[in-house]
């Protein structure tokens, strides 16, 4: 007989009506009908594995895939509290040897549980991995946990981007945090040369023809993708294929204040008020002080955002993508008649923001999925005004400062305020600037009852230093420093711990193991 089915109040989807317990809610987004991936970042020190790790992370967090880095020089830092030189790294160092293998068996045990026990989808182990011997003790591991690999090989022959990098690491890292520049750049020469002895590249042409992977060579120029077996990883190539790391400015805001605005109603298709007419003005004047070159200026197809472009006296194109969030029934009702003519849809959007869909509307779930190519489009841009509507523009920020689905729909994102993105090496920086025209405040604050810790299982689970903060963490690894043979020093170095690097750091990370 067919089974019976009752639809979920909050997200309007139909569950079976039996007595069975409701699996965890895992993700936010597609739910994976295979196994758990581990991508294995492979590449020489100063070649951006670590930017690439974070940023790919922090997308599949934004679409709903629970991801996390694993970076194995984290481990190696606290194996070892003082760093003294690259001596530590020589191939013929065998009880330093012995300590790197130790770290990355412990962060293979942290991926382990992350992908078993703590609802992970995918786990970014990143290190240098440049030996084959290496990649088949991964290959061995993920092969004993029925865990797929995919491996991202980042390759530089770019003297001058190498040099560059190096140039941002050796002041970012905290193994030369109280070194003078001429040494630490000396020594992180040498230590890209004790890996250069020993390094094998994939090989997809022969050695690892039967491997799923994707090189990225010199920062984007060519790509080279080999046997990629399911859809996340033809998500995961199709991203690093549209990212860059050319320096640019993104500009969100919302339009100018509407009419309905100024009634209190959601949604519909209003055009602007005297007030939000004259934020079009007064952007126009913001645009033109910013003096930016070959600026896109990017609209939802919505009356409000248009006449707010249209000010600007400049092309712009039209995204039904941007459109605003559907309230479906509740289109063109103040927030009181919705509590009066839908209770307890006024009361389940209260629930769960980020799940609730609207009857015959969207929830935000729905709109971050419908957002995905403005995000891709945006990666592959220089300068860009987007201008938008506010459900969309917390769905952009959430992608862009790596917040959690909890938090997405409690961003403040105030009319006639332009927020600045200036994308930097693990993260974003955000300057918010107020035109200073008057507006009405459309910003609903997280209700009393909701303000209870959400549940971990919806949390981005990413170490990007603009995600939530990670639980304390036990201690992984026991001190090696016992056993390693100590170097002497580098001059004018004294080793220190220094937090998580920051915003305003290189574009490109670096990850040494």
Excluded at 286 to 293: A, P, T, W, Y
Aim: net charge neutral; proline share 6%; glycine share 4%.
């Amino acid at each position: 007989m067919p089974m019976e089915l009752t639809q979920s109040r909050i997200q309007k989807i139909w569950l079976p009506n039996d007595n069975r317990p409701a699996l965890p809610r895992r993700s936010c987004g597609p739910q994976l009908a295979n196994s758990p991936t581990v991508i294995v970042m492979v590449g020489l020190p100063a070649r951006g594995k670590t930017y690439i790790s974070k940023k790919l992370t922090r997308y599949l967090n934004w679409i709903g895939v629970p991801t996390k880095v694993f970076n194995v020089g984290e481990y190696r830092r606290e194996a070892v509290k003082h760093y003294s030189s690259y001596d530590f790294f020589r191939p013929d160092n065998e009880e330093a040897m012995k300590v790197r293998r130790q770290c990355a068996l412990a962060a293979l045990r942290d991926v382990k549980l992350y992908l078993t026990e703590e609802a992970g989808q995918i786990a970014v182990f990143d290190a240098t991995n440049t030996t084959r011997e290496r990649r088949g003790m991964i290959l061995n591991f993920a092969k004993e946990n029925g865990f797929k690999v995919f491996f991202i090989e980042s390759v530089c022959n770019d003297p001058t981007v190498v040099a560059t990098n190096v140039m941002e690491v050796k002041l970012s890292s905290p193994d030369y945090r109280d070194c003078n520049s001429t040494d630490a750049m000396e020594d992180f020469m040498k230590r890209i040369n004790c890996y250069q002895a020993s390094y094998q590249p994939l090989d997809p042409d022969d050695y690892d023809r039967e491997l799923s992977l994707i090189k990225v060579i010199d920062v984007g120029r060519r790509f080279l993708v080999n046997r990629v077996q399911d859809h996340i990883q033809s998500r995961i190539v199709y991203y690093l294929m549209n990212i860059h790391v050319q320096p640019r400015t993104i500009y969100l805001c919302r339009h100018g204040e509407s009419e309905f605005n100024l009634k209190g109603k959601i949604g519909g298709d209003s055009g602007l008020s005297n007030r939000g007419k004259k934020f079009a003005l007064a952007l126009n004047k913001f645009v033109g002080e910013q003096n930016l070159k070959d600026l896109k200026v990017w609209t939802s197809q919505l009356k409000r955002t248009i006449q707010t472009a249209e000010a600007l006296q400049l092309p712009y194109e039209q995204w039904k993508a941007l459109n605003e969030i559907d309230a479906g029934v509740c289109e063109e009702m103040t927030y009181e008649e919705i509590r009066e003519q839908h209770p307890e849809e006024f009361a389940l959007r209260d629930q769960d923001k980020y799940y609730y869909r609207y009857p015959s509307g969207e929830s935000y779930q729905d709109l971050v999925q419908r957002l995905e190519p403005v995000i891709m489009e945006l990666e592959r841009q220089e300068n860009v005004l987007v201008i938008c509507h506010q459900a969309v523009m917390r769905c952009l920020l959430a992608y862009f400062l790596d917040k959690s689905a909890d938090e997405m729909p409690y961003l403040k994102c105030p009319l006639h305020t332009v927020l600045k993105l200036t994308p930097v090496a693990y993260g974003c920086r955000v300057e918010s600037i107020s035109l200073n025209i008057e507006a009405v405040n459309t910003h609903r604050e997280r209700p009393e009852e909701a303000k209870k810790g959400p549940n971990p299982l919806m949390r981005r689970n990413s170490v990007t230093p603009l995600a939530s903060p990670e639980p304390t963490k036990k201690p992984r690894i026991n001190s090696f420093e016992e056993h390693v043979a100590v170097s002497s020093a580098l001059p004018g170095c004294v080793p220190q711990e220094v937090p998580t690097q920051l915003p305003g750091q290189p574009l490109l990370g670096k990850a040494c193991l």
